[in-house]
């Protein structure tokens, strides 16, 4: 088992620049303490996957990053810029979008009304038409209400809302729990075009096989806090190691 205190050091670090550095993260619901130390590193225009059972802490660490845990403490950089004590407003406008696993879709607004909700926080912000371009199912049903469509459809809203804003890193929480294997591939092709197009993204995802088609560097959490990174080259060499961490 890997420290990982270990994981923050220079020589476990990606050679690329970092877009987001993690070192020393705790976080409590109450009184409950759930982060342990979380430390990962990752490079700018990468796509990163946190692998573990639930309960792991996988969903704390993104909301932590986000700012929406009122009890933290450690070191998150974002751009190099410490964020750990910034409201979750300020992290947004920095540049940090977050698509949780519930999706937030307002079933009282339309599709069109849920995806201009939320303001662009910065230059850069994807525009309509590359959206539609991205999610033709969207233009197709912007005056259907948000929760009137299908789960595959909701999720692809709640990727497209944080598009506009202007985030350049994306945290994505199981972005294909419940949906359909055709649905599944299509989420597949928009995050690998937005990675090709220099998005960074944070991904947790159960299915472990959609995600090494994606991601370069997995991370391997429990009990709060990272036990193992792999590269996604080295993968099938630590297969059965990653199969005994995630109990498959």
């Known amino acids: 088992m890997v420290d990982a205190a270990a994981l923050a050091t220079p020589a476990a670090a990606a050679p690329a620049a970092s877009s987001l550095s993690v070192s020393d993260l705790h976080a409590w619901y109450g009184e409950s303490h759930v982060l342990h130390g979380m430390a990962f590193e990752?490079?700018?225009?990468?796509?990163?996957?946190?692998?573990?059972?639930?309960?792991?802490?996988?969903?704390?660490?993104?909301?932590?990053?986000?700012?929406?845990?009122?009890?933290?403490?450690?070191?998150?950089?974002?751009?190099?810029?410490?964020?750990?004590?910034?409201?979750?407003?300020?992290?947004?406008?920095?540049?940090?979008?977050?698509?949780?696993?519930e999706r937030g879709i307002f079933a009282s607004l339309s599709v069109e009304e849920n995806l201009m909700l939320p303001p662009v926080v910065r230059p850069g912000g994807m525009s309509r038409d590359t959206i539609f371009e991205l999610f033709p199912n969207l233009k197709e049903r912007l005056s259907s209400g948000g929760t009137k469509m299908s789960g595959g459809e909701q999720q692809m809203l709640a990727i497209a809302r944080i598009l506009r804003s202007g985030a350049s890193l994306l945290l994505l929480d199981e972005p294909t729990e419940g949906l359909a294997p055709v649905i599944v591939q299509q989420i597949g092709r928009t995050i690998s075009r937005l990675k090709a197009e220099g998005y960074t993204i944070v991904l947790v995802e159960q299915n472990f096989r959609f995600a090494a088609t994606l991601a370069d560097r997995h991370y391997v959490v429990e009990g709060g806090r990272v036990v193992d990174t792999f590269l996604n080259a080295d993968l099938q060499s630590n297969i059965d190691k990653l199969h005994a961490y995630l109990g498959v």
């Open 42 to 101: 990752v490079p700018k225009g990468q796509v990163v996957t946190l692998l573990g059972r639930n309960g792991a802490g996988k969903t704390t660490t993104l909301r932590s990053i986000m700012g929406v845990m009122n009890k933290r403490k450690g070191s998150i950089r974002f751009e190099g810029r410490e964020t750990i004590k910034l409201p979750s407003r300020a992290i947004a406008r920095a540049g940090i979008g977050y698509c949780p696993e």
